[in-house]
């Protein structure tokens, strides 16, 4: 059965504390890895996507891996402006649609 | 805007009403998709276009559920007979074509009671 699974399901950080956030997937053939952030009341901001196991990519503080079974939002020196539910989401062999996972709950505390 | 638009932000209705979301998606952007996000959870997805058509609709939970996009561009979620468990945000979002990021709208907070 595929799955997206992201962990913690929350985090608190201090202002300028790095940490990673981790999507971990199984799906029958992947054909991309996104990543959204979404705050509180409005629809889902596209980051990033990977495609392919050792692809990274980077924007600002945040910075994107994959492998073949998981993936890391890596979050360098966070402010509080950072502070928002990170979404991960796959894209299956065969699909068009987005397959989501629960989200990653980060608060920055100044 | 440059974004993807969708009305009503709110709409509160009595079970058993009948209700419409509006999607605007970017402009020439071909793919729209339809997704329920619930308290908690992440986006799940509902429908797919591409152009007019509905390429899939495996997502839709029953035939209450019914989708247009009659020009290609701005889509309309038909819901009938509302039940309380519809209520949810339902995101709209866009691609410039299969397989690109999908780029979501505010969504529409439906309420039913």
């Known amino acids: 059965e595929d799955q997206v699974t992201q962990s913690p399901e929350a985090l608190r950080l201090q202002e300028g504390e790095s940490s990673s956030l981790n999507c971990s997937y199984t799906v029958s053939g992947l054909r991309g890895l996104f990543w959204y952030r979404q705050d509180p009341g409005k629809g889902p901001e596209f980051l990033f996507t990977?495609?392919?196991a050792g692809e990274e990519k980077e924007k600002e503080r945040l910075k994107a891996t994959l492998t073949k079974k998981e993936s890391f939002l890596h979050i360098t020196a966070p402010k509080p402006e950072d502070s928002a539910t990170y979404l991960c989401?796959?894209?299956?062999?065969?699909?068009?649609?987005?397959?989501f996972g629960t989200g990653t709950r980060l608060t920055v505390i100044p | 805007g440059a974004g993807v638009s969708q009305t009503p932000s709110n709409k509160v209705t009595e079970k058993g009403k009948y209700v419409e979301l509006r999607c605007d998606p970017i402009?020439?952007?071909?793919?729209l998709y339809w997704y329920r996000q619930s308290l908690g959870q992440g986006p799940e997805f509902l429908i797919y276009?591409?152009?007019?058509?509905?390429?899939?609709d495996s997502g839709l939970p029953n035939d209450r559920f019914f989708a247009v996009r009659p020009e290609g561009s701005v889509s309309t979620l038909k819901i009938q007979r509302t039940e309380r468990g519809d209520s949810a945000v339902y995101l709209c979002?866009?691609?410039?074509?299969?397989?690109?990021?999908?780029?979501f709208g505010d969504g529409t907070r439906l309420s039913i009671l």
């Open positions: 276009f591409q152009g007019t058509g509905a390429a899939d």
């Open positions: 989401a796959v894209r299956q062999t065969g699909a068009n649609n987005l397959f």
């Open positions: 990977l495609y392919s």
């Open positions: 402009s020439g952007h071909t793919a």
């Open positions: 979002a866009s691609s410039l074509m299969e397989g690109q990021p999908q780029h």
